[in-house]
């Protein structure tokens, strides 16, 4: 199974982003950094699906605050940055693709992803809201680009705690964290779970965080 694996640069005054830390580890995939910019990262994502010519897509982001790893359900169609991108973009109210569809599914097992995870020892969940920042927009337009070009692709969006050495900088000891040794070994179950599982499991389960 061709698998490629998308992280992102640091963003808001980091240092490190745990997201292209733990995709680099994940065996057999290829990696791929994105720029964390508005319309910039798509591209770079649509240029690396190109070249690889994957079966599966997994973009990958950060999300401080959040325990578990969080494999996403719904992208919007929405702009709506809390803070400016790396390029100092900071859209309001803007849709990611203009005349496009309100929202868009996940394609991967998001279910069977999660059990996968937590197989492997993983603490992981459903997330139904993968906010309006970069990661919505790369999230949104990778579904756009398997609905329009690339159809025989299967994609999704997975959500991942702080690294251990960003609590202090970021959010003070109470703030979640997760090793990026750890985030890898989810990725990886996730990524194959993907590429086996095609019926999605039948439980009840996700938040909006």
Not at 70 to 83: C, G, M, P, Q, S
Not at 103 to 124: E, I
């Amino acid at each position: 199974m061709r698998a490629l694996l998308a992280g992102f640069e640091p963003f808001d005054g980091a240092t490190v982003n745990p997201s292209w830390e733990a995709v680099r580890l994940v065996p057999g995939a290829h990696a791929v950094l994105l720029p964390c910019v508005f319309g910039a990262a798509t591209d770079r994502l649509r240029a690396a699906m190109l070249e690889h010519g994957p079966e599966v897509v997994v973009c990958v982001g950060q999300a401080a605050g959040r325990a578990d790893v969080t494999v996403e359900r719904v992208a919007i169609n929405l702009d709506d940055a809390r803070i400016p991108d790396n390029a100092g973009d900071q859209p309001v109210d803007r849709p990611v693709v203009p005349g496009g569809p309100a929202a868009y599914f996940a394609t991967l097992p998001v279910k069977a992803c999660v059990a996968a995870a937590r197989k492997a020892g993983v603490p992981a969940s459903v997330s139904h809201s993968a906010g309006t920042f970069v990661c919505n927009h790369v999230f949104y337009g990778l579904m756009h680009l398997i609905a329009t070009e690339f159809p025989q692709v299967r994609g999704g969006f997975v959500h991942v705690p702080a690294a251990p050495g960003q609590v202090l900088d970021q959010g003070g000891p109470s703030m979640p964290s997760m090793p990026v040794t750890m985030v890898a070994e989810a990725l990886t179950a996730i990524v194959t779970a993907a590429g086996l599982v095609h019926d999605d499991l039948r439980l009840t389960g996700g938040s909006l965080h």
